[in-house]
């Protein structure tokens, strides 16, 4: 299947490039024929990324996230996540005064946000540079609003993250296989 036939089937679902983003960005990291070979693979995997050429910081799509679970490095660690779990809900400011405290020497660290005026602090157990994903799963139920929520595409340590209706999901496996896509477990 064509790139561009894949990425318009995935716009569909509710996963579009996001704005400004180009065929030829995808194709600056990857060559066509791996997109194509095994269609929506690739593809899926390459949405949750960042364009891989300055400027930096551009994301190939507004509802996706490629999490590498293996990113704890110490202090702002957490928030990023919360930043990045935030910033595909298409609401940015859904946690605010996030603040985290990451000592992985000492295997201490927590994770404090605001939500709905609310203010929320969790543990985090310190696994080496490995996520909670307890407390990602709690950043994730504070997130999920309306009919949409977070599903997972699993690739080894990392995941892809995606947001989307049950609906859309549905389809995304039954366009893509059985198994491509299922909510995040907690």
């Not at 679970?69 to 660690?77: A, D, F, L, W, Y």
């Not at 910033?87 to 660290?109: F, M, Q, Y």
């Not at 997130?143 to 997972?152: P, T």
């Not at 892809?160 to 491509?180: I, S």
Request: aromatic share 10%.
């Amino acid at each position: 299947m064509l790139l561009e036939d894949q990425l318009d089937r995935l716009a569909e679902l509710g996963l579009p490039l996001a704005a400004d983003r180009t065929v030829d960005e995808l194709l600056y990291s990857w060559p066509r024929e791996e997109y194509e070979r095994k269609p929506f693979d690739l593809l899926l995997f390459a949405l949750g990324c960042a364009v891989e050429e300055e400027p930096w910081e551009r994301w190939f799509c507004d509802r996706a996230w490629h999490f590498d679970t293996e990113c704890v490095r110490g202090p702002g660690s957490y928030v990023a996540i919360a930043r990045q779990l935030c910033r595909i809900t298409g609401l940015p400011d859904a946690l605010s005064d996030v603040r985290d405290h990451v000592d992985l020497g000492e295997e201490e660290a927590w994770i404090e946000y605001t939500a709905n005026g609310r203010r929320n602090s969790w543990p985090i157990d310190v696994h080496d540079d490995w996520a909670d994903l307890m407390v990602v799963g709690c950043l994730i139920d504070e997130l999920e609003h309306g009919e949409r929520r977070f599903y997972v595409r699993h690739n080894g340590q990392a995941m892809t993250l995606l947001f989307l209706d049950d609906d859309a999901a549905t389809r995304l496996n039954a366009l893509a296989g059985e198994r491509t896509v299922a909510p995040f477990p907690g």
